[in-house]
């Protein structure tokens, strides 16, 4: 296989984009791309999205964003894997490389959420848990995520308010980013006085809805070595169950650790030489699950990194270093290309007020419902 | 890039399946091609499929069939393009496979309809074409077809008699393939009667609403030679716009050109060589277009091939010759598996009554929309 590296970024703000449509933020966030990696067409596009059906009517947008951008004609489709899509199309678009089939692609990860009513978006979450077995009983996804915090609050001994540290860290990240969605740092205090949306997940554990467009454009390192960005070192998938119930343990993120597993044996790294960590922190829970899963902490101690201030710009491990899901923002199919974008960011010494010193190796974890679908990516600066 | 080949296949019968779900159908065309294959695992699996979300409640079914065929843990991911979303799937497996990332890859096309009520799989369809431009002005999926057909007996002089033999035809070959939906071979006079959906597209122009899965299992030629049933000498996507207004010519599918082409090309091959046609017939009308435009007859004239009949097991170009989406049914993100276990049973002798005597190449393409993604395979026997 062909190394592959990243030739070009680009990306929409994330926010309520009520002048556009879909298929006009993924124009955006793709134009961007191109003339960051001044490159006019490209073999290919991997469109990441996860609910244009379900809340735009529209399904077949890799057709439709591919005719929209000027390239019509081109290969086009979507990858979706629930709020992993965005990482699995990279990871289609670096196979399409990486076999020497294309050479240029572009992966598209955009998501419209903001143009349905609330109870089209909790149904339309809602699709990345099991229908048959977890759904039809009537909870929401923020619900599953819930049960998973209370039980880690009780298994463990932690209070809600240990949490406060994620949210904190991720608007004071986001403040410093133009293209976040939340600019605004906040205090612990608002943590802690976070109207509760699914006890004990308080808005401030949560994610917002919102709309928004990434794009990234991958070719061979061979040829593209002087234009390259960054490089790949590590593209790794692994899966467990949708149903948390049907899992050995809720709060053993199995799939976060096969897939971390495998993609430091890729990028022949361990935990500790990963200079920042896009989490994936949907849920402040998610985030202190996935820290252990990943290696980071031990089980049951990802929340203490947070009450350590260990995941600061300057700490032992930043992460959600340009916002994070919670302040950036989680347009649900996007997530996963704009985690890249931002690596991209901090490997070529672009992330501004946010930039981790001598950052030399990122990595990005995007996961589908609640640990579901997991695929890392660990990048290596040029 | 390595030589890929398939070797297993697998597939549920198309029917209205009330007692099996979306995940019991898929188990079962996985089982049944990884017992063909001789395999108990595999490094990952690419499902296509189309309106889980819609319909079903339910995206994320990458990892969901994964965990329910037993291989939790796995690689697994959804590939859409619409009514192309099986052969996308394909693409992707055989992405997987060249570019040595994987070895052996399951790709399943799972399609599940029959729970919905009509208007939802109305809309659902109708998700293919162009939401913004034409669904919401009120046309259906089979309206945009109607038009078509309507334009093309207007232009070339046809009246809708002569697309008879595309739907008789079907079910002649149906009626021969246990796994059809429908296996009861019709007359001429059953067409001219048949009740009319969308003026001129009648019952017997078009595919019926249906349930299905099928899989194939794909591996590198080196090192799986001996037990491959195919190779895949061509794998080709294009695209064009989902609107057909936007098109410089509604009555010529410039992605069916342009990705028969580009197959021609990698196969090393002409049109003249292909032994039998796998054509997505979802109505009589794509049949006819999909003719000319892969060339095979003359613009205006890809319907005389039916009035003349030379698209029967023993004509010029065999199509849809186990029932073809007509009468073996389009469950829609499946059908462009089925398609390729077909071809795969044409090109192993295994094709019962229906054998094509002496095939070598068999081409199978998969359409999104009125012709907005088209994938492209040729295979070629062992």
Same mark, same amino acid.
């Given at each position: 296989?062909?190394?592959?590296?990243?030739?070009?970024?680009?990306?929409?703000?994330?926010?309520?984009?009520?002048?556009?449509?879909?298929?006009?933020?993924?124009?955006?966030?793709?134009?961007?791309?191109?003339?960051?990696?001044?490159?006019?067409?490209?073999?290919?596009?991997?469109?990441?999205?996860?609910?244009?059906?379900?809340?735009?009517?529209?399904?077949?947008?890799?057709?439709?964003?591919?005719?929209?951008?000027?390239?019509?004609?081109?290969?086009?489709?979507?990858?979706?894997?629930?709020?992993?899509?965005?990482?699995?199309?990279?990871?289609?678009?670096?196979?399409?490389?990486?076999?020497?089939?294309?050479?240029?692609?572009?992966?598209?990860?955009?998501?419209?959420?903001?143009?349905?009513?609330?109870?089209?978006?909790?149904?339309?979450?809602?699709?990345?848990?099991?229908?048959?077995?977890?759904?039809?009983?009537?909870?929401?996804?923020?619900?599953?995520?819930?049960?998973?915090?209370?039980?880690?609050?009780?298994?463990?001994?932690?209070?809600?308010?240990?949490?406060?540290?994620?949210?904190?860290?991720?608007?004071?990240?986001?403040?410093?980013?133009?293209?976040?969605?939340?600019? *605004?740092?906040?205090?612990?205090?608002?943590?802690?006085?976070?109207?509760?949306?699914?006890?004990?997940?308080?808005?401030?554990?949560?994610?917002?809805?919102?709309?928004?467009?990434?794009?990234?454009?991958?070719?061979?390192?061979?040829?593209?070595?002087? /234009?390259?960005?960054?490089?790949?070192?590590?593209?790794?998938?692994?899966?467990? *169950?949708?149903?948390?119930?049907? /899992?050995?343990?809720?709060?053993?993120?199995?799939?976060?650790?096969? *897939?971390?597993?495998?993609?430091?044996?890729?990028?022949?790294?361990?935990?500790?030489?990963?200079?920042?960590?896009?989490?994936?922190?949907?849920?402040?829970?998610?985030?202190?699950?996935?820290?252990?899963?990943?290696?980071?902490?031990?089980?049951?101690?990802?929340?203490?990194?947070?009450?350590?201030?260990?995941?600061?710009?300057?700490?032992?491990?930043?992460?959600?270093?340009?916002?994070?899901?919670?302040? /950036?923002?989680?347009?649900?199919?996007?997530?996963?290309?704009?985690?890249?974008?931002?690596?991209?960011?901090?490997?070529?010494?672009?992330?501004?007020?946010?930039?981790?010193?001598?950052?030399?190796?990122?990595?990005?974890?995007?996961?589908?419902?609640?640990?579901?679908?997991?695929?890392?990516?660990?990048?290596?600066?040029?």
């Amino acid at each position: 296989m062909r190394d592959v590296v990243i030739i070009g970024v680009g990306q929409t703000r994330v926010e309520e984009h009520w002048g556009k449509s879909l298929r006009h933020m993924a124009h955006d966030a793709v134009m961007a791309a191109m003339k960051d990696a001044g490159i006019e067409t490209a073999d290919a596009l991997y469109v990441g999205n996860m609910l244009s059906g379900e809340l735009g009517g529209q399904e077949h947008v890799g057709a439709l964003v591919a005719d929209f951008i000027g390239l019509r004609g081109i290969e086009a489709m979507k990858v979706e894997a629930a709020c992993a899509s965005g990482a699995a199309a990279l990871r289609v678009g670096m196979f399409a490389v990486a076999s020497g089939i294309h050479d240029v692609v572009m992966v598209c990860g955009v998501e419209k959420m903001t143009d349905a009513v609330g109870d089209e978006v909790t149904s339309g979450l809602a699709t990345a848990a099991d229908q048959e077995y977890e759904v039809s009983q009537g909870i929401s996804f923020v619900g599953l995520n819930a049960l998973l915090m209370r039980r880690y609050m009780h298994q463990f001994d932690v209070k809600h308010e240990h949490f406060a540290g994620f949210a904190v860290n991720a608007h004071k990240n986001g403040a410093n980013n133009p293209n976040a969605m939340f600019q *605004s740092p906040i205090k612990a205090e608002t943590y802690l006085r976070a109207s509760m949306i699914a006890d004990p997940i308080n808005l401030m554990d949560s994610s917002p809805v919102c709309d928004g467009a990434a794009c990234v454009i991958l070719a061979p390192a061979d040829g593209y070595r002087a /234009r390259a960005k960054a490089h790949i070192l590590a593209s790794a998938v692994a899966t467990d *169950s949708l149903a948390i119930h049907d /899992r050995r343990d809720p709060l053993t993120l199995d799939a976060v650790a096969l *897939s971390s597993q495998k993609a430091y044996a890729q990028a022949r790294i361990t935990p500790t030489d990963v200079d920042l960590f896009e989490v994936h922190d949907a849920f402040t829970i998610m985030a202190a699950l996935s820290l252990e899963a990943a290696g980071f902490a031990p089980r049951g101690r990802g929340v203490c990194m947070a009450v350590d201030n260990e995941i600061g710009i300057e700490g032992r491990l930043p992460i959600s270093t340009m916002g994070g899901l919670k302040s /950036r923002g989680h347009p649900v199919g996007a997530t996963g290309v704009y985690q890249i974008v931002e690596v991209v960011a901090q490997l070529t010494g672009q992330a501004g007020k946010n930039q981790v010193q001598g950052a030399r190796i990122g990595m990005a974890q995007n996961i589908g419902g609640s640990g579901a679908t997991v695929i890392t990516h660990i990048l290596g600066g040029v």
